[in-house]
């Protein structure tokens, strides 16, 4: 599994920021924290939900200022993932929270690309940068959101959108998706993460995103799990971001294998590895276990990775080659 080549689909750069990165950080900034130490800080990780984990999360965002700050946080995630056997890295970020303190957008995306490039000349991975806006503010900040990210069109490759899901559904932000579209970007939406399937299926008739992250609410509804397996729409499932917020309290009874059964492209994604305590490979571990998952089918994984990834079709060829069986995993 550790050599297994993987895609990492579904990742918030903000949330692969580790406690003892976010202390020295915090000290370098001199930004104050309501934790004294990284232990202090591993032990805040304790969540009763998505919104109680957004809080802290946001907390720990507050260290972060500086362009050498982004490029070393895109640095460290990369290169953790690659030693993972991550080859491509589909990176979630929302500008909004830094641009609130005023970091402006260059200090924040420069940083990331730098970290990017230099991820890439080190370790060969291929990282991408998704932009994510919240979905408790207004459509009409995401839709600024576009418009702040302009300059940088070129090296983002696509929009999400992620928060607090409960009372804040999709279709609040088709005019955004319609709006990114137009431009040119990619497209993913969190769903059926804490709400129901409806939102799955929302997502997908007026936001009309190509992937959704999350997806857990989808296999409670058979006629929905039928049209994922036919319009082949990759779902990012992170199963320790799901037991840690409590979308599930037994991995031996999530929906992944169900639904990859049911021919449903599924794949496994660390989410916030930060907060909740592991990277790619211990979710691919974690779901193996619980669900006795045979080799074939994490390989089945693997290869929905790569073909669920916003990567171009040529570039992709070299690895399902490998993972066509030519290469142990
Ligand atoms: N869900 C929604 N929004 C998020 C998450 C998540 O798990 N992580 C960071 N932003
Ligand atoms: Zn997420």
Redesign the pocket.
């Known amino acids: 599994m550790i050599a297994l080549p993987k895609a990492e689909l579904h990742v ?1 750069l ?2 692969t920021l580790e406690p003892e990165d976010t202390v020295r950080f915090a000290a370098r900034n001199g930004v104050q924290l309501p934790w004294p130490g990284p232990e202090e800080l591993r032990a805040a990780y304790s969540f009763t939900g ?1 919104e109680n ?2 809080s802290v ?1 946001f907390q720990g965002c507050r260290v972060l200022c500086t362009r050498e700050d982004f490029r070393e946080l895109t640095v460290a995630y990369l290169e953790r993932a690659a030693n993972q056997g991550v080859r491509r890295a589909e990176m979630l970020f929302g500008p909004q929270a830094f641009l609130d303190h005023d970091i402006p957008i260059d200090d924040q995306l420069g940083g990331i690309v730098d970290g990017i490039d230099e991820a890439r000349e080190a370790w060969g991975i291929d990282g991408a940068l998704l932009v ?1 806006a919240p979905r408790h503010r207004a459509e009409a900040d995401a839709l600024e959101l576009l418009e702040v990210v302009r300059p940088w069109r070129d090296r983002v490759l696509g929009v999400g959108l ?2 607090a ?1 409960s009372g804040n559904p999709p279709a609040k932000f088709a005019r955004y998706f319609d709006a990114a579209r137009a431009e040119g970007y990619r497209t993913t939406c ?1 769903a059926g ?1 804490e709400g129901p399937a409806a939102c799955v299926a929302q997502a997908l008739d007026v936001c009309r995103v190509e992937r959704i992250d ?1 997806g857990y609410a989808a296999a409670e509804d058979p006629g929905l799990v039928a049209r994922l397996a036919d319009e082949r729409v990759t779902l990012t499932m ?1 199963p320790l ?1 799901n037991l840690r ?1 409590h979308v599930t309290d037994d991995l031996t009874t999530y929906p992944l294998k169900r639904l990859m059964d049911a021919g449903v492209p599924v794949t496994v994604n660390s ?2 590895p930060a907060y909740f305590g592991g990277y790619v490979n211990e979710n691919y571990a974690a779901v193996t276990d619980a669900l006795g998952l045979a080799e074939a089918e994490v390989r089945t994984l693997a290869r929905n990775s790569f073909s669920g990834s916003f990567a171009h079709p040529e570039e992709l060829r070299g690895v399902f080659e490998e993972l066509s069986g030519n290469e142990r995993p």
């Open positions: 918030h903000e949330g998505l984990f957004l999360y994510s992620g928060g899901e969190h993460e999350h992170c971001s917020l989410d916030d």
